[in-house]
């Protein structure tokens, strides 16, 4: 079984900033590309931002200069900074991870729950 559990969401007001955190736990044998995605009510999921193992970063254009994405691959985690904060960056945040299970031959995408991030004064 694997889980990928997300923290860090929350009400901040326009201009303030949050650290969303990611840890992926279980059967786990190796983690390639981990990702922050993002749905808005009434929108489709969107990528925000997306770090391969090496440390290879990709960003939206909305939030390039604003966010920034890191991980840890000792301990599974993806973080994502988030600071200049706009209204229109309030969306769920979930976190993804393409990963490949201990005796598994294939990677496989998996989700966190999400989290709620609210902008606003």
């Known amino acids: 079984q694997v889980q990928l559990v997300e923290s860090g969401g929350g009400l901040v007001q326009p201009g303030g900033s949050l650290r969303l955190s990611c840890a992926a736990s279980g059967r786990i044998f190796s983690i390639n590309v981990m990702g922050w995605y993002r749905q808005a009510p009434g929108k489709q999921r969107e990528l925000v931002a997306a770090?391969?193992?090496?440390?290879?970063?990709n960003y939206a254009d909305s939030v390039q200069g604003r966010f920034t994405i890191s991980r840890d691959n000792a301990k599974n985690t993806v973080y994502l900074q988030m600071n200049s904060l706009k209204p229109e960056d309030t969306a769920v945040y979930y976190c993804?991870?393409?990963?490949?299970?201990?005796?598994?031959?294939?990677?496989?995408?998996?989700w966190g729950q999400g989290t709620q991030v609210t902008v606003s004064s």
């Open positions: 770090i391969t193992k090496g440390g290879s970063t």
């Open positions: 993804n991870a393409n990963l490949l299970k201990l005796y598994s031959s294939d990677y496989v995408d998996y």
